[in-house]
């Protein structure tokens, strides 16, 4: 089964990604863009990512389970059956954009699909990022075959971007890092007697962890290295279950990026906010080239 959400438009090029994206519905329809929906695994049956458990209710529950939800990746049947729709409807070709392999089998699966293909060319890409970090991206490549650019142009564009696509987010424990099997429960306990907060970057597949000895002082981390980016071309809040800290964190900074008035605010997918936890807040920035 796979969630299709998309509009009817003109582009023989067509955009897939995976409900890890986290884009806005309105962005996902006004561009035809179609999203395949992860799984969230729990001990008493797997849900379909966005469909059949919302972020309000996965947030809330999530600190009460005794035994920490999984993800997994949908299958490849059903990224072929994504792919041969678009196909009849039309499509002469394809650009499938997923989560960093690096963080999970999404990318890989989608690959194993898109070589089975027939009649039809589909491309994979790689952006190296996670949540509106790839979102981001793939908006942009529907924008850019929405305006007729080639296949080949999307593409030299896609791997421009990724290079200058950062994700970075301050979280409230690393209790959910440990559970998940991210960190060892040594470091973990460790940093909890320490009360420190981690503040995890991501760009190009490479995710680094940082440590801050405050909220205050992870918030102060998130405009830092948003301030040491320079010039922004693109920028996105992202948070688990913490729109306020998110729009607090969004009027502080406001004076370094004009941008962020009217920029998305979005929360986390469970699929990765299973692994950091609730309260989490942060910035997704394209520098300018």
């Not at 059949?52 to 389970?65: D, Q, T, V």
């Not at 949908?74 to 994504?82: D, E, Y």
């Not at 830092?224 to 279950?241: C, D, F, K, M, R």
């Not at 306020?244 to 969004?250: S, T």
Request: glycine share 8%.
């Amino acid at each position: 089964m796979c969630y299709l959400m998309r509009i009817e438009g003109k582009m023989t090029i067509k955009i897939v990604t995976d409900s890890t994206c986290d884009l806005p519905r309105e962005i996902i329809e006004k561009y035809g863009i179609t999203v395949i929906p992860a799984y969230i695994n729990f001990t008493d049956g797997s849900f379909l990512d966005g469909i059949e458990i919302s972020r309000k209710e996965f947030y809330e529950k999530l600190p009460n389970y005794e035994t920490p939800p999984t993800t997994s990746a949908p299958a490849i049947g059903t990224f072929a059956r994504a792919y041969k729709k678009l196909l009849d409807e039309g499509a002469t070709k394809i650009i499938s954009i997923h989560i960093s392999s690096t963080l999970s089998g999404i990318y890989n699966v989608a690959v194993l699909s898109a070589e089975a293909m027939e009649n039809i060319v589909v491309k994979t890409f790689d952006p190296g990022n996670l949540s509106l970090g790839t979102g981001l991206i793939v908006e942009a490549a529907a924008k850019m075959a929405e305006a007729g650019k080639s296949l080949e142009e999307i593409l030299s564009k896609l791997k421009d971007l990724a290079q200058r696509t950062y994700t970075f987010a301050a979280l409230d424990t690393l209790k959910f890092l440990q559970r998940s099997g991210r960190i060892s429960r040594l470091k973990a306990g460790f940093g909890s007697l320490l009360q420190i907060k981690p503040v995890l970057k991501m760009n190009a597949g490479q995710v680094a962890m940082e440590a801050a000895r405050t909220s205050n002082g992870a918030i102060r981390h998130l405009l830092n290295t948003l301030q040491s980016l320079g010039p922004i071309e693109s920028i996105a809040l992202v948070h688990t279950n913490a729109s306020e800290r998110a729009e607090l964190l969004r009027t502080q900074a406001k004076q370094m990026c004009e941008q962020i008035s009217d920029a998305y605010s979005m929360e986390v997918t469970p699929v990765i906010g299973s692994h950091i936890g609730p309260g989490a807040v942060g910035f997704v920035a394209i520098k300018a080239s």
